[in-house]
């Protein structure tokens, strides 16, 4: 044995035997309390038709929370022009905008707005009436619109017109085969039905009359479009509309993998409520309604959570709750979140307005 070798054995033996001390360090460290938001990837508060707000160069709003996810919605007038051409650039110019800041986005594709609303002063068709449906479609199913689509928006689609039906699946075939795998987009929310996607037909018809199954329409009806966009986007989660005591086909869709929203989440109007009476109401429909068999009912809807998305879209802004201080209290503020997340909350859409000051402590 080489010396080298007999002394390494030797130094390698006295090492282990000979106890090794240590003198630990003390460090101390006071973190300051902090009332910001910890943003998550994929949960949390999103941006609505916004990118960025909090940081946006031209109109920033400071107050509005960090945000992981973008939401945007689309009429399909915006998104097939002319039959058979698709503006896929202005969908995947707003994908690569939030990737650049890491965001993901969530989309609706919508069919009818509101009676008389317009589009945005920042949209190519600002002014207009907005239609929902492409003109081209509009000339072939409206009989006033055979030589040409008028700045009116009174039309209302039929649900069950096989030539929408047909045109609208080719449309969504369409996005499926270019979004399905875009690992940018985080989820879509089934809004193919109804005024702004929320399947009803309100601002057309009387409130108290304007629920789907008031105007005819049967599960037999809706439930062909929540399938059109699970054939079409089967690697993407989606979510339904909660919907009323008046509808079935939620039941339907949570029951076949589909999570849920919301809106008008944090309504506490005086008399009739959403928080108070609408989702209470509908949460117990959807779990016991059985007027029709088990299609229409979810027993396990409030644990859906577990395996699909729960969004929410606050009722107006949190900015106009700042001027109702007798109804959105700091404590009633509070109670809304606090609900927020007994039920499992996903996503909060804010609406990318600004956060009264009283209020943010509560975010």
């Not at 929370?65 to 969908?91: A, C, D, H, M, Q």
Request: charged fraction near 25%.
């Amino acid at each position: 044995m080489s010396i080298l070798n007999k002394n390494f054995i030797q130094i390698s033996l006295i090492s282990l035997l000979v106890p090794i001390t240590s003198h630990g360090m003390s460090i101390e460290h006071s973190p300051k309390e902090s009332y910001e938001i910890i943003t998550n990837p994929d949960i949390g508060i999103t941006d609505h038709q916004t990118i960025n707000i909090r940081h946006n160069k031209d109109w920033n709003i400071p107050s509005y929370p960090e945000t992981s996810v973008v939401y945007y919605r689309w009429y399909w007038e915006e998104l097939e022009p002319e039959k058979g051409k698709y503006n896929f650039k202005l969908i995947d110019d707003t994908i690569n905008e939030a990737k650049k800041l890491n965001k993901k986005i969530v989309i609706r594709f919508m069919t009818l707005a509101g009676l008389n609303e317009t589009y945005y002063e920042d949209s190519p068709r600002a002014g207009k009436k907005i239609l929902g449906i492409p003109c081209w479609l509009k000339q072939q199913i409206d009989p006033k619109s055979k030589n040409g689509c008028q700045n009116d928006n009174s039309f209302v689609v039929n649900y069950t017109d096989p030539k929408f039906k047909k045109s609208l699946q080719n449309f969504i075939t369409a996005m499926g085969n270019r979004y399905n795998n875009n690992a940018n987009i985080l989820r879509l929310d089934v809004g193919l039905i109804g005024t702004w996607g929320e399947w009803h037909l309100g601002t057309f018809y009387d409130n108290s009359k304007s629920t789907l199954k008031d105007l005819g329409y049967t599960n037999k009806d809706l439930i062909p479009y929540i399938q059109m966009m699970k054939q079409a986007f089967p690697n993407k989660s989606l979510t339904i509309d909660l919907g009323t005591t008046n509808d079935s086909f939620t039941g339907y869709a949570t029951r076949n993998g589909l999570g849920w929203r919301a809106d008008c989440f944090g309504d506490w109007s005086q008399g009739w409520n959403h928080m108070q009476q609408a989702y209470p109401e509908t949460f117990n429909h959807i779990l016991k309604n059985k007027r029709n068999g088990n299609n229409e009912t979810d027993p396990y809807f409030l644990t859906r959570w577990k395996k699909a998305p729960v969004d929410f879209e606050v009722c107006d802004t949190m900015k106009e709750w700042g001027n109702q201080p007798n109804i959105y209290t700091e404590k009633k503020v509070r109670q809304t979140f606090d609900k927020a997340l007994s039920l499992h909350v996903s996503l909060m859409n804010l609406k990318s307005d600004p956060i009264p000051k009283k209020y943010q402590k509560i975010l």
